[in-house]
């Protein structure tokens, strides 16, 4: 970046600004760069680098140089939002956030022998490289170079002062993985084993990424028993595949993790789900169907079906689209406290006021068929079944929606027209499947262009004809944008998901058809001259705003 690029047409903060904004930060008890950010906006960064002389440092290349710990410990890093950088020829920088701690400042040049170069960065940018090297920093080496200080090893606390104090590798490796997870949001875990180690994933917004991986094969074994002991699996059993579950302290709260452990060439990979329920709990607090993204369209289609007094709405999609979710969020809205409301689920993800919901315990013989029909007897208005997985749950939620309950379920399909046939192919007889159904929903997340760094950008032709824009005119009134990767979204372009859905409302020529077993062109002909709007179409009209990639429309839904 040249110099002159970053200074020129940038006014520097004067000094009546910077007395003003010292004196508020006293009062308030911030910091003076605080106070600034607020009221400069969005040029902030060059006027805080024209004012004090000091370059910026871009999230790329921060990204791209190596830190050193040595100059300025981890948790002085964290504590004073700073970084110690070196480039590939050894100099030293010092990335920092604030350049108004003089504290900082002045205790580098007094205690640093070599000369070094001090550089703005932006918060964001620091956290989010903070957090790439945290694991590394506090696990990874001290397991590569084979110390460790002396502690009780015990994995009920996630807490960083517990993990560093884990006097054997394993423990450290798997608590460090549990918790570095759970501090960047992912879903799942995954530990898998390769020839002469273990490489580990998160799923994060619905993608895999790895995040790291340790050498030995030996190390590797050892951490997948320790998950075994954790979720009381057997140790000794390595040929077949195993589920559970355990639950660790985390930030003051509790957190389940769902174990599967499987087999492979390579030894064993472990899975785990990560089920933060008091998180959630909090987050969807006062959880609607506009929190969610849905457009206005799908909205009143949604609250529609939830408002009729009996009869059966189904919500389709693959694992982590959303599905759970979507159902809260209706059994929310319409919970005027009136009704009695039931829940059945695997597990009870969100704990919802005035509701009561009841864990899956198939170990105890309490599966959604079973827990179903007690349900019956409990005198509910609404019902809410996790998932139908057999003809036996099928039969029972349909029973129940011809016989005065609204009942809520998901389904495993690939969209809405599909989920009428599975019904059919677990037994269910047609004629009471559709006088049962209200209709059908089929959603996704998208992940959305992160607001941070997202610009404009051109699209390649392959790309518009494998998305089916190839047309003349096809494309137009679009604007594409995608995000380049900064500290907000973590370098991944994208930051948070919206849910977008296909709603299959049935009527009575629709029950006919289906009842009749016509072809599903035949199907798909009636529902389009209604207006239906399927994934692709409700994905597309976020591209067409910008609000997503193509890329990203592609991975989650077909090409018409």
Do not use: W
């Not at 006027?47 to 002389?53: D, P, S």
């Not at 989920?419 to 049962?436: E, Q």
């Not at 058809?513 to 002909?525: D, S």
């Amino acid at each position: 970046m040249n110099r002159d690029d970053v200074f020129s047409g940038a006014p520097p903060f004067s000094l009546d600004t910077l007395a003003e904004a010292a004196g508020l930060a006293r009062r308030s008890g911030g910091k003076v760069v605080d106070v600034l950010a607020r009221e400069a906006g969005t040029d902030f960064p060059q006027r805080l680098a024209a004012t004090t002389g000091i370059m910026p440092l871009d999230h790329r290349t921060l990204f791209a140089l190596e830190p050193d710990f040595a100059v300025l410990s981890f948790d002085t890093a964290l504590r004073r939002e700073a970084l110690a950088l070196r480039d590939e020829r050894g100099r030293l920088s010092v990335a920092l956030v604030d350049p108004f701690d003089t504290d900082l400042v002045d205790g580098l040049g007094a205690s640093l022998a070599e000369a070094f170069q001090l550089r703005l960065v932006d918060r964001d940018d620091l956290a989010a490289c903070l957090a790439r090297h945290e694991a590394n920093h506090r696990v990874v080496a001290e397991l590569l170079d084979g110390s460790a200080a002396a502690g009780d090893g015990g994995g009920e606390d996630l807490s960083l002062r517990r993990i560093a104090g884990d006097a054997s590798p394993v423990v450290k490796l798997v608590n460090s993985t549990l918790y570095d997870a759970i501090q960047q949001g992912a879903s799942d875990i995954h530990l898998e084993c390769v020839p002469g180690g273990l490489v580990v994933k998160f799923r994060v917004d619905g993608v895999l990424a790895r995040v790291g991986g340790v050498q030995g094969g030996e190390l590797a074994e050892q951490a997948v028993s320790r998950l075994k002991v954790l979720a009381e699996l057997d140790i000794a059993e390595r040929r077949i595949p195993q589920d559970g579950r355990f639950k660790v302290q985390a930030g003051g709260r509790a957190i389940d993790f769902r174990v599967s452990i499987m087999p492979s060439i390579h030894g064993e990979d472990a899975v785990l789900r990560i089920l933060d329920k008091e998180h959630l709990t909090r987050e969807m607090a006062g959880l609607t169907l506009d929190s969610l993204g849905f457009d206005a369209t799908v909205r009143s289609q949604l609250r529609r079906m939830a408002g009729e007094p009996y009869g059966m709405l189904l919500v389709t999609g693959p694992t982590g689209s959303g599905k759970t979710t979507s159902l809260y969020a209706l059994l929310s809205e319409t919970n005027t406290g009136q009704d009695k409301i039931v829940t059945i689920e695997d597990p009870v993800e969100y704990q919802l006021p005035g509701v009561l919901q009841i864990p899956v315990n198939e170990k105890k013989g309490l599966g959604f068929a079973r827990g179903l029909r007690s349900i019956l007897r409990h005198d509910p208005d609404k019902i809410m079944v996790g998932e139908i997985r057999d003809p036996e749950t099928a039969e029972i939620a349909v029973q129940a929606a011809l016989t005065g309950h609204l009942v809520f379920t998901t389904v495993h399909a690939n969209n809405a027209f599909d989920v009428i046939g599975r019904f059919m192919h677990m037994g269910v007889d047609p004629y009471n499947l559709v006088a049962a159904l209200n209709g059908v929903v089929a959603q996704r997340l998208v992940r959305i262009n992160c607001p941070g760094c997202a610009v404009d950008v051109a699209v390649a032709p392959a790309l518009l004809d494998a998305s089916g824009l190839g047309a003349d005119g096809a494309a137009a009134g679009y604007r594409f944008r995608a995000g380049t990767g900064c500290g907000q979204c973590r370098g991944s372009g994208y930051r948070g998901r919206r849910a977008i859905a296909e709603v299959l409302l049935l009527d009575d020529e629709l029950r006919d058809l289906i009842v009749a077993r016509a072809p599903l062109r035949q199907l798909k002909e009636r529902v389009r001259q209604r207006g239906f709007v399927s994934l692709r179409q409700a994905g597309l009209a976020l591209v067409r705003e910008g609000l997503t990639t193509l890329q990203e429309l592609n991975r989650v839904t077909f090409v018409a």
